[in-house]
């Protein structure tokens, strides 16, 4: 029966491993029945995921029923008021990640909303997560709910997340002067609820995982208590001068808790975020980003498509940079997805329409190659291999045919190379000039 599907084995990323792996998934009913029952297209979708995905062929195989959801356009979060534990949730993680993973591979779906089904499925969970813990009676505080909110920060704050990201999160909790008791036993149960929320999201079972989680973009870093309360983190932001905290709050979005809380917390901190008045000294700490960006690229190694010169973190730089500097006289770009910047800066004049399609293509392009290197094995992963064959296998799952393999990767590299110009063009514009940024 594998003979049926020689064509669309020789198709695929890695034409050994795809039959190696087809005859064993062959063995399960629930797959063969699919393959009989669906389009040719929806086969060659599959084919594709049990290649190039490591994690998702080992979930195929424990869990071959979930194969009717390659292709399908419903999405499982439908469910999730249904989930009870944390299991559940990993459960309907898997099952939404190979559904998703289906439409990357399938290209039938624009690659901004691959972005935000990712980001809306890490939203989904932390929020039923979150509920399902402060449903836990050894942390209520006095038999009340604990105030405290979350927000996302980075690629989930930009509703732009990756198949393997951190989800960057910031805490804020209630003032001592809002709590009617006693302030340490609050305060405690603040602790102990995020430490339970971060645990389980990070814990690693049988079934996978859910989401590794990062809190050390809060005030002072890892050196510091896990939350802190509105009060406290307003004056920290107040006195702050490192420019980079002004750049991740750019793309920090409320994500789960009290919506009081984080609407209070994005009250005050606007004047922050989108400063009124600009010096030369804090244009001077936005460029010296720059140049830290430059040192990081000058070390040896595989080419990163994050960090390397010509990659994601080059335009995504040159878009908030220009969006610090010009939000406060044009508040359309106060929102924290980039590529909905991108628009609004042409629609303003500050980039020609042409230039920001060439950014567009850019940067779509370089995030759907990152999030194919992070679908193989589920890691954080961001270094394009130099060595050829495993070269080969990325540029193959991204649509590149030549007349062999030489030509494949021939195509590759040339239209690589041609996103990487236009995102160091992107980086290369970023000029200090008197008292402008251009």
Known sequence: ?????????????????????LGRLFQEEKIRQYLQENPVELARVFIHIVTISNFLFHYLCRQPEVINLIGSEQSELSNIDKVTDVEGLRSLKYRELLRITSLDIGNKTPYENILLA???????????????????????????????????????????????????????????????????????????????????????????FLYRVDLNLRPWGRSAPLVMSIDDTEHYYEASTEAWERFAWLRARLVAGSESLGVDMLERLHSYIYRQTLGLEDLERFISIKDEMSDIRRKEGSWNVKMGE?????????????????????????????????????????????????????????????????MID?????????????????????????????????????????????????????????????
């Open 1 to 21: 029966m594998i003979s049926k599907y020689k064509g669309l084995l020789e198709q695929s990323p890695n034409p050994e491993l795809a039959e190696l792996r």
């Open 118 to 208: 990712l980001s809306d499925l890490a939203d989904k969970i932390i929020i039923k997560l979150l509920s399902l813990v402060e449903e836990g009676r050894d942390i209520k505080w006095a038999g009340k709910e604990v105030p405290l909110c979350l927000f996302a920060m980075g690629k989930l704050g930009a509703q732009e997340l990756n198949y393997s990201s951190d989800v960057d999160l910031i805490c804020v909790c209630a003032n001592r002067d809002d709590i009617s008791g006693d302030v340490n036993e609050y305060h405690s149960a603040v602790i102990q609820r995020i430490r339970h929320f971060v645990g389980y999201l990070e814990e690693i079972t049988s079934t996978g």
């Open 310 to 374: 010509g990659g994601i973190r080059d335009i995504e730089f040159f878009i908030q940079l220009l969006q610090i500097v010009n939000a406060r006289d044009h508040p359309q770009l106060q929102q924290t997805n980039t590529l909905k910047v991108l628009t609004c800066m042409v629609a303003i004049g500050l980039v020609d329409n042409d230039e920001a399609e060439n950014i567009r293509e850019s940067y779509l392009f370089l995030r759907r190659l990152e999030n194919r290197l992070q």
């Open 378 to 438: 589920e890691l954080q992963v961001h270094d394009l291999p130099d060595e050829k064959k495993q070269r080969l296998i990325i540029a193959r799952s991204l649509g590149f045919v030549g007349d062999d393999s030489g030509d494949t990767l021939e195509k590759f590299d040339q239209y690589l190379t041609r996103q990487r110009s236009v995102a160091r063009d992107c980086f290369d514009k970023i000029l200090l000039k008197g008292q402008e940024i251009v």
